[in-house]
């Protein structure tokens, strides 16, 4: 199977994507039950276990949401609330819609050669448009699957899970992090900065290109289409992806660290400059990370650049 997500700015739901399910849920699950519903997207044995978890709750309780079951000859769809799938089939195309429907819509897709999904009142980033995604947690808009043939379902018990193009390890493998996913990373900088605000303490920022602000309460990776395999650490980053084909995949971490701000290039193709303040322009040596002040200017190339300032 291949996978194919649009990044929400608003009105996004949250994405599971696993080779043989995929799971998106309208609601912001705490972390406890976001894990939980990873792992139930390995671990159950049936579509219909996964929808008991689902509605553990009460119907009236259950989030609207959409799952993909993968199953020999096609592509079973529960759908609730205002989402919709539509299939590309041998015999036509074929939509299932959860709009109105006090419980959920079920439909099978018969040997679909693609799959859309569309979440009702959600807006896209304009930037980086379409990405891909093996397996993982992510914010979408809209999602696009391919599908390759059955698969069977991935052992996920005793793993973490990682966005975009990651590789699932054992939870002794990484026990030292204290977050797991990117999407943990950006729902925790923005309780962050929320409590800076409130505290009226200054915030390190980055500007980036389009005039939108990035804060530094968590690491951020800086890239075409970054991942979080890109560096090691106690702290997963947010990712921030860029267009430019100056830009490698993972092209920079920026770092708060006590009251400064690090930039560390990340072996990057075509290399990143930074222009202090008074200060003539210096390119930073792959992988050293370099202590930048605030007005610094971090150049990608190709007329791509950002500004490091405090808000």
């Known amino acids: 199977m291949r996978a194919h997500y649009w990044p929400a700015s608003s009105g996004g739901w949250l994405g599971f994507v696993a080779p043989a399910r995929v799971l998106l849920v309208g609601h912001e699950p705490d972390e406890a039950a976001r894990d939980e519903l990873w792992t139930a997207l ?35 769809a529960f759908v609730r609330g205002e989402v919709t799938v539509r299939g590309e089939l041998p015999s036509g195309s074929s939509t299932a819609s959860g709009a109105g429907v006090s419980t959920w819509a079920e439909c099978l897709f018969s040997a679909p050669s693609r799959l859309a999904v569309t979440i009702e009142g959600s807006a896209t980033l304009e930037s980086p448009g379409r990405l891909s995604i093996q ?67 200054p915030t390190p920022v980055l500007v980036l290109p389009d005039g939108s602000l990035r804060p530094l ?33 993972s092209h920079a971490l920026f770092e708060a660290v006590d009251d400064t701000v690090v930039v560390t290039d990340l072996r990057s193709q075509n290399g990143t400059i ?19 002040v605030l007005g610094t200017i971090v150049d990608f190339g190709g007329g791509l650049a950002l500004t490091v300032e405090e808000r």
């Open 274 to 292: 930074v222009v202090m303040p008074g200060k003539p322009p210096q390119r930073l040596r792959a992988g050293e990370p370099t202590v930048v």
């Open 135 to 201: 397996q993982g947690v992510t914010l979408v808009a809209a999602l696009e699957l391919e599908p390759g043939g059955p698969l069977a379902p991935p052992d996920l018990a005793g793993h973490d899970y990682l966005s975009d193009e990651t590789q699932l390890r054992s939870i002794s493998s990484v026990s030292e992090k204290t977050d797991t996913s990117p999407i943990v990373a950006e729902l925790r900088a923005r309780r962050r900065a929320d409590a800076k605000r409130k505290a009226g303490l």
């Open 42 to 76: 390995g671990t159950s044995k049936t579509a219909q276990d996964l929808l008991e978890r689902l509605t553990s709750g009460g119907i009236a309780s259950t989030p609207p949401f959409a799952l993909l079951e993968f199953e020999s000859g096609g592509v079973r």
């Open 217 to 249: 309460t968590v690491p951020v990776i800086v890239g075409r289409e970054p991942t979080v395999k890109a560096v090691d650490g106690k702290e997963i980053p947010v990712l921030v992806a860029l267009p430019g084909m100056e830009l490698s995949r």
